[in-house]
């Protein structure tokens, strides 16, 4: 599978179609379609590419090339933030060769199939002793919680959090040419003995298994109903919210979703202003508080 090129190039300015010479501070945003399916590259992207993070539902992965932010579903991406269209178009002839790099040198590279499945920060911040003590290296409890669950730390960076009750590990299930079929999670029992030669070696996710930990679904009856709000949340503004929740920025949604950076702005402001809130933090403890993350 070689990607030969792309259609439907847009570069857009806040949600708007780049018309006229405006000024750099401005965030561009590149639109374009692939004329091939490249979702199986996304396990070598996440593999090599910088910052990369590689999400299921649906299929996208997100990941830094050269200092700019990609996202790309099977055979659609966005790419940000540009100067001009010309820095655009130069940069994904560029991007096309970093995908077929990838694609010749795949037998040579070890592929990461690991989804990113963020734990909430709330749901971290539970798990700490909230003494905002410093000695994993942030300011505060929840800035550590915040850091975890993008994957920037480790929540053995905390001397006062519990150890785990349990990890799991998650095998896949391959076909002929290496592409995932199925998994399967195996739960691992960490409270066998240091010489104990049953007892697994160290996992990267201690969270994983736990209670909780989980996104979680609103309910059917839940708060987002005319009772509880003003005017219940649409489905968008609740997928922003929850990308809100766990930490993503403007640009992170944006890209996630494939909608303009304006538009994203937009989903914000209306959700702060239907939740009665003033900032992410807040909007982030109502929707937990509320079970809708």
């Known amino acids: 599978m070689l990607v030969k090129g792309y259609a439907d190039f847009s570069l857009k300015i806040d949600g708007a179609p780049l018309r006229t010479c405006l000024g750099v501070e401005e965030m561009m945003c590149a639109h374009f379609r692939l004329d091939a399916d490249v979702s199986p590259l996304f396990p070598y992207v996440n ?104 994957q920037k730390t480790s929540p053995r960076g905390c001397s006062a959090l519990a150890p785990p009750i349990s990890e799991q590990a998650v095998y896949p299930v391959l076909d002929e040419q290496g592409q995932v079929l199925s998994t399967v999670t195996i739960e691992l029992d960490t409270h066998r003995g240091e010489n104990d030669p049953g007892k697994p070696g160290p996992h990267t996710n201690p969270l994983a298994g736990r209670p909780g930990a989980g996104t979680r679904r609103p309910e059917a009856d839940g708060p987002n109903d005319t009772s509880v709000l003003p005017a219940p949340l649409t489905d968008r503004e609740l997928e922003v919210l929850r990308l809100v929740a766990r930490g993503d920025t403007n640009a992170e949604i944006s890209l996630h979703l494939g909608i303009s950076h304006h538009t994203v702005k937009s989903h914000v402001i209306h959700i702060f202003n239907k939740l009665g809130v003033n900032d992410r933090t807040q909007a982030a403890v109502w929707a937990a508080r509320n079970r809708l993350i």
């Open 47 to 150: 593999s090599v590419a910088e910052a990369a993070a590689y999400f299921d539902k649906p299929l996208f992965i997100r990941f830094m090339l050269e200092d700019i932010l990609v996202g790309l579903h099977p055979r659609q991406g966005v790419a940000a933030p540009f100067a001009d269209r010309d820095q655009a178009l130069e940069f994904l002839e560029r991007l096309l060769t970093f995908l077929n790099d990838l694609y010749h040198r795949r037998d040579a590279l070890q592929p990461n199939h690991k989804k990113w499945k963020p734990v909430a920060v709330l749901d971290i911040f539970r798990l700490l002793p909230r003494t905002n003590c410093r000695e994993c290296g942030f300011d505060t409890c929840l800035a550590f919680a915040a850091a975890v669950s993008q």
